[in-house]
């Protein structure tokens, strides 16, 4: 699954650059949290660049005018269709990679706390150690 969210993410990329959106040019991370609400966005519809910007998080390097730059589209449709297809792939193998996630931690739990229960006593060491601080 983590496989095909990386596939999917550089798709995403793939199909950015097509539609002449430079995201990756002006955030670091295009999966991160300005780069996915900009997707977001796009995926909406709205590809008016000064909007896209506007969802720029606080932490991001560049400013909003430097992003708006990068954001203007060649607007074709077909382009548009993909990056949301792989967008939504993308959303989905987040979502099963999380639900995994919280499975194997229950499971971890789960698995700790039986093997607590069946671990013998400590046994008392047979020989001091001279040079430990415990004699």
């Known amino acids: 699954m983590i496989d095909q969210k ?10 950015l650059k097509l539609l ?6 002006v955030v670091r991370d295009v999966t991160g949290l300005t780069g996915l609400k900009i997707m977001e966005e796009i995926c909406k519809g ?3 660049p ?4 506007a969802h720029r998080h606080y932490n991001c390097r560049k400013s909003e005018e430097e ?26 193998y987040l ?3 999380e639900k995994c996630d919280a499975r194997i931690a ?7 706390k039986e093997s607590e ?7 008392p060491f047979k020989r001091a150690n001279k040079n430990s601080k415990h004699n």
Do not use: C, W
């Open 46 to 48: 709205i590809t008016d």
């Open 95 to 97: 979502a099963q990679i």
């Open 67 to 92: 992003i708006a730059k990068a954001l203007v589209s060649n607007q074709r449709e077909d382009y548009l269709f993909g990056l949301n297809q792989e967008y939504e792939r993308h959303l989905f």
């Open 50 to 53: 000064r909007q896209l910007a």
């Open 117 to 123: 229960m069946a671990l013998p006593a400590a046994k």
């Open 20 to 25: 002449n959106f430079r995201l990756d040019i």
């Open 106 to 112: 229950q499971f971890l739990k789960e698995l700790v």
């Open 6 to 15: 990386a596939d999917a993410s550089h798709k995403m990329q793939k199909f």
